[in-house]
């Protein structure tokens, strides 16, 4: 008998395993499967077969447990800054002068890991943070759970929430294995530590294996397991699969005329989006571009009402608001707690397979254009001298450079290079296609198809 435990840490969580085919491969090889949710059980009615839910205990994080946690990620970026502007600019952004305890606590912390941020120091204090789960009331709720349900193996959907770590703790406690899913692209190579350290790991790409063995020293190649990702899964599987009449009708497009998507970040790392938009929409607006259409998808991570006064001004703008909907108010991290639906996975797929080309600020969202072969133009006007937020800085991230250095997009820093790059995209659709096959296949290295039943079997032989 195989027992999996599966954590789901937010709605993107949700998305990625639970509206793929990895759950329903999962209650197929598992003798049984309990998903272990940091999202309200009512979430999942619908989507289980035999599956059940244990929804758990918010954890909040108290100052000793912040403390070492912030040291050793601190540290971690200390130690990897050299050469990697994505950590140094990551590290830059904990500098506070707040009066507060933590704002004092961390100025401390820069200068002691400035000295310490050796490995065994991060692990040193990685486990001076484990330990100080130790009396915590909810935490010993999670370890009553471990000790009635008797996992085999414990799978995290995401290896960075700070509120996994008493989770982790309590299955080292109890010798239960844990594999952590690397979340996004960019994690490794420009982001913090992970939230503790787990046993195994799967990765998108080989690109991703070689990055997680960098930046984790301890972290043994057999421990580490290419299956690619079930972010893009549902782009091959039928349920969600729409017609292109279908999509004209649903946006309300002209079918005679070529469709340009702009797709939105969130105002955290993309203030300039609105910026973008206007610019395409003068464009057009102007003749500049001919004979399209514009539809404009809103990030699912925030309300979309930052663009409300474009909706008046540019009339003849479509809008894509992603079908999220807000299962829980008043949680620390309120954006994690969106929802996707079926349906806006399908308007999603809709967006990709019959739009023309996309234009993004530096997204994930290249990657899910360019698997359907879609030209990809990137936005990036903002620099240090010109008073915009300065979106340039990101072309020096690890995982931006590959992109850059791939050639698989147009990368436009002013108003005219990106009106060119559009009219050549749309005159010329098939330019760079090889190089943005290329790129995709770097990033993920395992086919769309079965990728759900890849890491369920990979869990399955680890357990």
């Given at each position: 008998m195989k027992k999996l435990g599966i954590v789901i840490t937010d709605g993107v969580g949700f998305r990625n395993f639970i509206l793929s085919d990895?759950?329903?491969e999962a209650e197929k090889q598992f003798d049984e499967v309990i998903l272990l949710s940091c999202l309200p059980a009512f979430v999942y009615d619908g989507y289980l077969q035999k599956s059940k839910v244990i929804e758990l205990a918010v954890f909040q994080e108290k100052f000793p447990t912040w403390f070492f946690r912030k040291a050793k990620e601190l540290a971690h970026l200390q130690l990897h800054k050299k050469n990697n502007?994505?950590?140094?600019?990551?590290?830059?952004?904990?500098?506070?002068?707040s009066k507060t305890p933590r704002g004092y606590a961390t100025r401390f912390l820069f200068r002691w890991t400035a000295l310490f941020h050796s490995e065994n120091s991060i692990q040193s204090y990685n486990k001076l943070q484990q330990q100080s789960f130790k009396n915590n009331s909810i935490v010993k709720e999670y370890a009553s759970i471990f000790e009635r349900e008797k996992f085999d193996i414990?799978?995290?959907t995401h290896q960075r929430p700070p509120f996994i770590a008493p989770l982790v703790y309590q299955a080292e406690q109890l010798n239960i294995k844990t594999v952590s899913f690397i979340f996004s692209w960019d994690n490794l190579a420009s982001k913090g530590r992970m939230a503790a350290n787990f046993d195994a790991y799967l990765v998108w790409s080989d690109l991703m294996k070689k990055e997680l063995l960098h930046f984790?020293?301890?972290v043994l190649p057999e421990n580490v397991m290419v299956v690619g990702t079930p972010q893009f899964e549902p782009y091959v599987l039928e349920r969600y699969a729409g017609s292109k009449n279908d999509f004209y009708n649903q946006f309300d497009l002209d079918s005679s005329k070529k469709t340009i998507c702009f797709s939105c970040g969130d105002i955290a790392t993309s203030r300039n989006d609105e910026l973008y938009i206007t610019t395409i929409a003068e464009a057009i607006q102007e003749n500049k571009i001919q004979n399209?259409?514009?539809?404009?998808?809103?990030?699912?991570a925030e309300d979309p009402i930052r663009f409300e006064s474009f909706v008046a001004k540019y009339p003849f703008i479509k809008w894509n608001y992603p079908k999220w909907h807000l299962a829980r108010k008043g949680h620390q991290e309120e954006w994690s707690q969106r929802?996707?639906?079926k349906?806006?996975?399908?308007?999603?797929?809709s967006l990709l397979e019959y739009s023309d080309l996309n234009v993004n600020m530096l997204s994930t969202m290249s990657l899910d254009f360019m698997l359907f072969d879609k030209p990809v133009i990137n936005t990036v006007f903002g620099n240090r001298q010109n008073g915009l937020y300065d979106d340039q800085r990101f072309l020096d991230y690890p995982h931006i450079k590959n992109v850059v250095e791939s050639k698989a997009t147009q990368i436009v820093k002013n108003e005219q290079e990106l009106i060119t790059a559009i009219n050549h995209y749309l005159a010329f659709p098939y330019?760079?296609?090889?190089?943005?096959?290329?790129?995709?296949a770097m990033q993920v290295s395992k086919s769309l198809s079965k990728t759900g039943e890849r890491i369920v079997q990979t869990l399955l032989k680890w357990s």
């Open positions: 990895f759950l329903s502007y994505g950590i140094t600019d990551n590290l830059n952004t904990n500098k506070t002068n414990l799978f995290f984790y020293k301890k399209v259409n514009f539809i404009v998808r809103t990030s699912p929802i996707p639906s349906e806006d996975i399908k308007d999603l797929r330019a760079d296609s090889q190089k943005r096959q290329s790129l995709v």
